[in-house]
């Protein structure tokens, strides 16, 4: 292990003096914005002096501890999966109580999927990949046949999801994996595809097609790149977006394939764009569609692609529908409740729900039906209730003016993780076994936040007890309290950017950098590992089986 971190520190120093190079041929608009700088020494004096700061885990909100109406009323709607499954579900002690009596009926794929539905990762993880650089993005695809990874090395690396993990962390298999992948990381996943992708700086957002066979990805260029999942080939089409302008003015900053993937919606400094595949042109630009950068953006559905989704750094979250924009060039609605910037918009995908992470450490959610008209946005004006002098890159947020807009217009809202020093991204939980009844997102002070829709908390993991790469992730958890078990990589300040949901299995991956050292992030594995965090659903399930047969029948009391 020491010839592995003396590895480590020398790659890790050779992709500082890379990017230092960088550095010295980009703008100074691009480096102004970049997550990144190094500026830590002139934040420590500028914030040393001003008060009424919030570090991370500090809150200025009071705490969630009893469900929220208009929640229950979401999850008896009928939208979050099916009413057995729906009524009550969120807290653990029902969760639990389901299991106990599913666990004694026929085991049948009704009751196995049952058992399933509100299973909810509950480890803090087994790092299972390396890096010497930030990592952006790293989600499943759709069908979890494979995970892949990018950021700001620009390397693209795609995993085998279907392959068993490398349980043997040896000398001779270690050289392998430093042969094979090229970039220099470590991982226990086995590669389906690694190559070098394109662009200026770092990837800042990447997204599959439906069929999972091509992604496209952006970077702070007016170009994005496409590029294909599966075969050999190195080859990627580019997309130009917009003409290249001085200090960045048509970069892009967040790219997503339309439900068809004939199209590819995207938005950079204020614009937003829709690129058309099959004419091989951009088919629609709002010059205007934000006052600040788009950080984010989405379809509102997986069936159409005539809704869209931007969210900004002017703390507004637009809906435009395509079948009525005009020579207005107008959203059809605006979502109105952030104080501060968005840094990340994400559907549903039943062209209704919308949820929004926003830098006033607020995940918002947003029913369509609901939005603020346009007449209503232009009384609005822009948003007055910012705090000024507020950079969420500081790691600090001030006391608020206010808790929300005073036009807010958010059906929820959801608290607790720390949103700060990158544009952290938050999901619905998989609506193939969950029905979407779950919020998650990363956070600044390194933990994995899970909300049940009525807004109650229902599980926070924690990345600095992530066990190291030499532990199997499936195994049960070690019997030694969780704040005894050996760390994962060796430190405990890690800011989670990105989380992703196994779409059939209670399972989520997590991506998260090192606070003090910026050549380094690593992805770990969260198991869902049963009511004692240890074996698997259908052991236990056997096991009560088993003891419910031994008691002739009678009832038999579970013990969790």
Known sequence: MAALQDLVADRAGARLVRVVQQRRHTSLRVQAESEDEDEDDFYASYWGSTRGLQRAGDNWYPKVTEPQSAGVKLLQSGDFGKARNRLGTPRNGNIYSRLRRLALQPRTASAAADLKHNLI????GTTVA????????AQFSSDASFYYTCGQDFWMNIYDMNAPIKR????KILDINIRQYEDGHISTMNILKSFSVLGQWCITDSHLSSDNERIVYSSMSSTAFMAHTHDTSAGQTALQFGEEHMLGMSAIWSCKFSADGNEVFAGGPGPIYVYDLIADRRSMRINRAHSNDVNSVCWADTASGNVLISGSDDGFVKVWDRRSLGTAQKPSGVFVGHTEGITYVSSKGDGRYVISNGKDQALRLW????MRSNEEFDEIGHNEYHIRGYDYRRGVYLKPRVLAHPKD???????GHAVLRTLIRCYFSPVETTGGQYLYSGSYDGKIHIWSLDGTTVEVLDRSQTLPITCDPSAPELDEPMGRQPRGDGNDKICVRDVSWHPQEPVLMSAGWAQNSRARSTVARHEWKGLHRGGKLEDWVEKQRLEAAEAGGESATLYL
């Open 130 to 137: 390396a890096y010497y650089s930030n990592i952006y993005v």
């Open 168 to 171: 043997d962390l040896s000398s």
């Open 367 to 370: 029913d369509l039906r609901k």
């Open 409 to 415: 217009c958010s059906v929820m809202t959801y608290r």
């Open 121 to 124: 990762p509950n480890t803090h």
